[in-house]
């Protein structure tokens, strides 16, 4: 940031369980097609982020509560919160029994899955099984060329490539697990589908994520 510049100032105590039907509600696309989607995915990644860290704070609470003091237990639980707006919210950190929290979050978090899913069938499974190599190829195939039909796994590994979401993903412990068994509900379409479809643009993506070149 450039000398005398103040940067935004952060908000204080913030709302980590607010309602996200109006950014359901937003339409998937605009501008340059991406910057819904990339919002709606770092949204989805901080509400997974603090998910996790409610979970795990409830089952510290239930395995470790009614074996240790409470001063050895309120220690253990201090260092569970990844996020630092659980760490600070007094009220999570005191309460005993945090399902109804859970469950509102689990809530939240299937509908962002599900809106992005909409979006692009390819985003959660090309995100989640990263096959790197694949992608690489497909992205300079596709560098200089025309832009990627909307809903293809090719736009999938190019917007996704472009923001760096799988290296978000993939720092923060436990989310692309979290994700994993959620794609593990829903089937991609079928591979001759998809070529008949997409043709064969983002043919190396196609096997990779497919793990079959039939």
Do not use: C
């Amino acid at each position: 940031m450039p000398p005398g510049r103040v940067g935004p100032k952060p908000i204080e105590n913030p709302d980590i369980f607010e309602d996200v039907d109006y950014f359901l509600s937003v339409e998937a696309r605009f501008m340059d097609f991406t910057d819904t989607v990339h919002f709606l995915l770092v949204l989805t990644l901080l509400k997974v982020k603090i998910l996790l860290d409610l979970k795990d704070l409830q089952k510290a609470r239930q395995t470790a509560g009614p074996n240790v003091p409470a001063e050895i237990l309120d220690k253990i639980l201090e260092n569970i919160p990844r996020s630092s707006a659980v760490r600070a919210n007094r009220r999570i950190m005191e309460t005993d029994d945090l399902s109804d929290e859970i469950a509102k979050l689990d809530k939240q978090v299937d509908e962002l899955y599900q809106k992005i899913l909409e979006t692009n069938y390819y985003w959660w499974r090309t995100l989640v099984d990263q096959p790197k190599d694949a992608m690489k190829t497909v992205l300079a195939r596709a560098r200089g060329g025309a832009p990627p039909e909307f809903g293809s796994p090719l736009e999938a590994a190019v917007w996704i490539n472009q923001r760096s979401q799988r290296f978000s993903w993939f720092e923060t412990p436990g989310a692309l697990e979290f994700i994993r068994e959620k794609n593990s509900h829903f089937e991609l379409p079928r591979l001759s589908e998809t070529r008949r479809v997409y043709g064969r643009r983002a043919d190396e993506l196609v096997r990779a994520l497919y793990g079959s070149d039939d």
